[in-house]
């Protein structure tokens, strides 16, 4: 649980665009289309569902997964995604099907009480134990004290109410259903703070109906498996963290929701990071199986010490003891499958060893982090690295950057070679920069090789990834995580401390440290998949590292190169005075890929009277659905927009000539336009 009057988690950097995203005047809610890109792809009759057309867009992230589509494409193979792993002999440890599952299952929980000190917001998770889809009807199991408030002290004390001003249930794709107190969207039915620490909510919402949303299954733990906690750690939506069963049994003591009181029950220890906010989420097993109701976790030991590593989960069958108690629904059992054979496929070690290779330590006037090596001409001794800018920023160096920047190679574990760098050209706004080395004999001689890059779009929620950087300063090592959300916005303190920069990240539980810095987040194959930019330095939070993502990285990266005579930072394409926004979202959830897919409906909020947008014929409530950019007469890109920050993405890969095409859903009609950029004054320079 997390309870606050304000604030955010602290993100540090660990050492917008000419598409505005803000609000606008113009706006009318009333004329925003109905249609996600999906719906409008499904309507037209050229796939069987919104969920087969999200499917199409992305490429296999997974090493499991990419076999299966593979296997489907070439005809070897006919069924489902669990089929196929269930036919390899493979065991639900190597996929992220089960997790994507359990997903589906947990909800984020916040609920404001009006006291006499103001107003307080309790921030939590659920999970959903009882279902009924076609009704519209659930029932969700948390924590006690995520819904119920102390009342005070003096003659109120050792009370609680339950009574609360607002309450927000949001389902994994950020459908969310609220009720303000009396309404019966969401009504609280018991609880009990007693022996236990659990209570129990009815919510009736037709969002339900249209949702992916679904009742866990609960197992045994078992001493050692692997454990996915998920929840809203810290408020921030739902995410998911891995670790261990660290212990099947321990009684535990936490203060009662009342403030005053203690309450003591038996709970399932994991090392899986567990923050505020997680509490009444879930402890699932690598089959997607409900281990237990995540209640508390430890911060430090009896004398004193700080401890990682210690969260704790009610056991299913005990909470289930106390729903039958309090004559609620139960949790059902999971079918017992027989244990699967396990077969390693996939060699780790070299991929870890094929990452590794493309990570560098880099040295600045200020500061040292690391780097990835982005192109690579080994004859000549000649690359380009890309780094995060704030690596190479130094506030004493007339131009802000680092004069002296030296570059070294893994393995040089004692940093005796030295590889000078040039700066190329970055931009603050974005944290990106790029370096380049020169006819280095080190280089020519070494086993450096160029990353891999991977499609950062088609992630999935609970996969691997190794993050590789100088960490500590103390050179190039790995850490090993999940990525924990797909990608979400944060606000870190500009290099110069005169700016807040708005970045968008993918969340992981690997660890980051400070000198992570512009290396790299690789996924199970050894592919980059981000660059590593910021962690959470807030007292508490753990398992909250930031990785740009690649795709995005990558281009800007790209736009650098090709625009440093005429440049400092990027040329971004400007579409004059569009701004959007996300209207809604929502979690699809395929049962044939075993993947839950999340879309957003991206709109137009606002449009100037001049600019490209509207010379394109773009207006106010058209629903974004895909975006292609034309070179040559040839498509060089094609998006779907899913999200809101692929379009900006796709603006860093314009060149002047390029023609981008936009298809819209308009009351309910595709319709397409294009703008060709014909001009540098349709450019902004990004520094």
Request: hydrophobic share 40%.
């Amino acid at each position: 649980m997390k309870k606050t009057a304000a604030g955010a988690a602290s993100l540090i950097l660990a050492c917008v665009t000419a598409l505005s995203l803000t609000a606008c005047s113009l706006f009318d809610s009333a004329r925003t289309d109905e249609n996600y890109p999906s719906d409008v792809a499904s309507d037209a009759g050229d796939y069987g569902s919104a969920q087969s057309w999200l499917a199409a867009q992305e490429t296999p992230s997974t090493y499991e997964r990419r076999l299966y589509e593979e296997a489907v494409a070439s005809g070897s193979f006919q069924g489902t995604y669990y089929e196929f792993l269930a036919a390899l002999g493979l065991s639900s440890e190597d996929d992220t099907a089960a997790v994507n599952r359990a997903l589906c299952s947990v909800v984020a929980i916040e609920v404001s009480y009006t006291t006499s000190g103001g107003t307080i917001l309790s921030d939590g998770s659920g999970v959903i134990c009882s279902l009924d889809a076609q009704a519209g009807e659930a029932y969700v199991v948390t924590n006690y004290h995520v819904v119920a408030q102390a009342t005070g002290g003096g003659i109120f004390a050792g009370g609680t109410t339950t009574d609360w001003d607002l309450i927000t249930v949001t389902l994994y794709g950020g459908q969310t259903i609220s009720a303000q107190r009396g309404e019966n969207a969401v009504r609280y039915v018991r609880g009990s703070n007693d022996n236990t620490d659990l209570a129990v909510l009815r919510i009736t919402s037709p969002v339900l109906q249209e949702s992916s949303a679904a009742a866990a299954v609960y197992a045994s733990p078992v001493l050692g498996e692997e454990a996915y906690a998920i929840g809203n750690a810290e408020g921030e939506g739902l995410s998911v963290t891995r670790g261990v069963v660290s212990k099947l049994s321990e009684r535990v003591t936490v203060m009662a929701a009342n403030e005053v009181q203690y309450v003591s029950f038996d709970a399932v220890r994991t090392d899986a990071a567990i923050n505020q906010g997680n509490s009444g989420g879930g402890l699932f097993n690598e089959r997607g199986e409900l281990l237990g109701i995540v209640s508390a976790r430890r911060e430090q030991t009896a004398n004193g010490t700080s401890v990682d590593g210690f969260g704790y989960a009610i056991p299913v069958q005990d909470a289930n003891d106390v729903l039958a108690q309090l004559s609620c629904p139960v949790f059902s059992k999971a079918e017992e499958n027989a244990a699967a054979q396990q077969r390693v496929l996939l060699d780790r070690e070299a991929a870890a060893a094929q990452a590794a290779a493309s990570a560098v330590t880099v040295v600045g006037d200020e500061g040292e982090g690391s780097g990835v090596i982005y192109d690579l001409e080994k004859e000549s001794g000649s690359a380009y690295i890309v780094t995060n800018y704030h690596v190479v920023y130094a506030q004493s160096a007339e131009a802000g950057i680092s004069t002296s920047i030296s570059v070294y190679l893994f393995g040089d574990t004692q940093e005796r070679f030295p590889i000078p760098a040039s700066y190329v050209g970055g931009s603050m706004q974005e944290d990106i920069a790029v370096l380049h080395i020169a006819d280095s004999a080190v280089l020519a001689g070494s086993s450096a090789r160029e990353a891999i890059a991977a499609d950062d779009r088609s992630l999935t929620v609970g996969e691997d990834v190794l993050a590789i950087g100088n960490a500590g300063g103390a050179g190039l090592s790995v850490s090993f995580g999940v990525v924990s959300v797909l990608g979400e916005y944060i606000h870190v303190t500009a290099p110069d401390e005169k700016s807040t920069l708005t970045l968008y990240g993918i969340r992981t539980d690997a660890a980051v440290n400070h000198g992570n810095s512009g290396g790299g987040l690789y996924n199970e194959m050894g592919e980059l998949v981000g660059i590593v930019n910021a962690r959470s330095d807030a007292e508490g939070v753990v398992g909250f590292g930031y990785a740009i993502p690649a795709n995005r990285a990558l281009l800007i990266a790209q736009n650098i190169l090709d625009n440093a005579e005429n440049a400092d930072g990027a040329l971004c394409a400007s579409l004059g005075g569009l701004t959007l926004y996300t209207v809604s979202s929502r979690a699809l959830f395929d049962g044939q890929t075993g993947k839950t897919y999340l879309e957003e409906k991206v709109a137009v909020r606002g449009i100037s009277a001049s600019g490209a947008a509207v010379q394109m014929g773009m207006d106010v409530g058209d629903t974004l659905v895909s975006a292609a950019l034309i070179r040559g007469g040839e498509r060089v890109y094609s998006l779907a927009v899913t999200r809101l920050d692929v379009l900006g993405e796709l603006l860093y890969a314009v060149r002047l000539g390029d023609t981008l095409e936009l298809t819209v859903s308009r009351r309910g009609e595709a319709q397409t336009f294009s703008y060709t950029f014909s001009d540098t004054a349709d450019f902004t320079e990004v520094n």
